[in-house]
């Protein structure tokens, strides 16, 4: 069972993604948040942030192998505004719009059943061969998906077919805590 943050520790890594960004972005301060209170000082996770502005995406990036929490958040915060291949860069103009969420993961657990997956609670990971597709747990919740569509749509995120979790593909399961900022509309372009 994941352990969930803190509402402290939240904030922390909501307000070392921000900066981290706007740093990126040349709006802001350099990214140089740290654990003052030791809050995460022996966390060591792997994370995905997702970007949204207006509320569209535009931007999830993630580091599965994990590493000292803030430095992942703070390193996928600026791949997802940046690197994502799927959009072009956030843009300072963009700024004022944008909302962060951070998914904490979770241990990866290998599925043998898959009746043990809990839409809400579990992402998924699909493998076959060099093929390898991820979904959020929220993913499945903001679509409205039951578990065998979730499961196809992490084979097509793979660039499998829908059903290769029927046939030969591994399947693994992880919990995430996710938490967002939603500061659009609210903040101008000063960091918290």
């Known amino acids: ?29 350099s990214a140089c948040v740290t654990d003052a209170e030791g809050l995460l000082r022996d966390r060591q996770a792997g994370a995905f942030v997702t970007i949204r502005c207006g509320g569209e995406l535009r931007g999830c990036i993630g580091d599965l192998d994990g590493g000292p929490i803030l430095e992942v958040v703070r390193h996928c915060a600026v791949a ?18 944008v909302d962060l969420e951070i998914s904490v993961l979770g241990a990866l657990e290998p599925v043998d059943e898959v009746t043990t997956i ?11 061969g060099r093929r390898r597709g991820l979904l959020l747990p ?11 569509t ?7 995120k793979a660039g499998l077919p829908p059903d290769a979790w029927r046939k030969g593909a591994q399947v ?20 918290p």
Do not use: K, Y
Request: charged fraction near 25%; include cysteine; aromatic fraction near 10%.
């Open 1 to 29: 069972m994941l352990e969930p943050l803190s509402p402290a520790e939240r904030a922390l890594l909501l307000r070392v993604a921000r900066e981290a960004i706007a740093a990126n972005l040349a709006i802001g301060a």
């Open 80 to 97: 997802a505004a940046s690197s994502d291949p799927r959009f072009s860069r956030v843009t300072a103009a963009e700024w004022p719009a």
């Open 172 to 191: 693994f399961r992880f919990e995430a805590d996710v938490f967002a900022d939603e500061w659009s509309g609210t903040r101008n372009d000063q960091l």
């Open 118 to 128: 809990e839409i809400g609670r579990h992402g998924l990971i699909v493998e076959h």
């Open 150 to 156: 979730f499961l196809a749509h992490t084979c097509r």
């Open 138 to 148: 929220q993913v499945a919740t903001e679509w409205g998906w039951d578990r065998e």
